[in-house]
């Protein structure tokens, strides 16, 4: 049973198009994360959520828009898509604060052409 | 600032003993993680320090020393399947799980 588990795990679409991500866990963790891992390896933390509730949003542009619409699930909507966008999107999930133990889902690699 | 350093690649051999060493420079301190991640896989959770000293987990072992803002990781007797990038973290604030991330060391290991 996977864990945490993402879908797409690829999607290719043009600019100016609107995508999503889906993101389920299954491990009854509290929090759950957004991540982005760009060409050169990058890992950066975009946003998290506790039990629902939006609690870490970084410097991430508004077209990025986050759901949560229970704790075992956090999908990631993105609005006009820019070739910069183009990156491997991870979610992943925790006990909650003060854990930092991530469980990572296998990523979303999108391609803005 | 955040700022976390590690060296870009690393090689070594089969059966060997490698250290990866990570700095940082971060505006709050609260435990360093190491991850490891395969080339198209998802990070996995190696390690974790938020004392001084060394912490043991069979071949890996982390280092911390929070005076230098420094940290390594040490891989013994390498085998193939350790050729992965390897992911120091920090964690900057209490109650919170936003870790911050360097870029990663690829690790290549040759029989």
């Known amino acids: 049973d996977t864990a945490v588990s993402q879908t797409p795990k690829y999607l290719v679409t043009q600019m100016g198009n609107d995508k999503s991500i889906k993101c389920e866990q299954n491990?009854?963790?509290?929090?759950m994360y957004w991540y982005k891992q760009d060409s050169k390896k990058f890992l950066k933390i975009m946003f998290s959520?506790?039990?629902?509730?939006?609690?870490i949003n970084e410097t991430v542009p508004n077209r990025f828009s986050p759901k949560s619409p229970d704790k075992a699930h956090l999908n990631l909507h993105i609005n006009s898509l820019e070739l910069g966008d183009s990156a491997v999107y991870f979610c992943a999930s925790s006990w909650g604060a003060n854990t930092g133990e991530l469980f990572f889902g296998e990523g979303s690699r999108l391609t803005v052409l | 600032g955040q700022n976390i350093d590690q060296p870009t690649e690393m090689t070594a051999t089969e059966g060997a003993i490698v250290q990866i060493n990570c700095t940082y420079q971060t505006s709050g301190f609260n435990g360093l993680f190491w991850y490891q991640q395969h080339a198209g896989e998802a990070p996995t959770f190696l390690s974790y320090n938020v004392l001084d000293g060394l912490e043991e987990k069979g071949r890996f072992s982390s280092f911390l020393s929070r005076s230098k803002g420094y940290s390594y990781l040490l891989l013994k007797e390498l085998q193939m399947k350790d050729s992965a990038s390897y992911l120091c973290a920090v964690r900057g604030s209490y109650n919170t799980d936003k870790l911050i991330f360097g870029t990663g060391t690829r690790l290549q290991v040759f029989p």
């Open positions: 491990l009854g963790h509290d929090t």
């Open positions: 959520y506790n039990n629902k509730e939006l609690i």
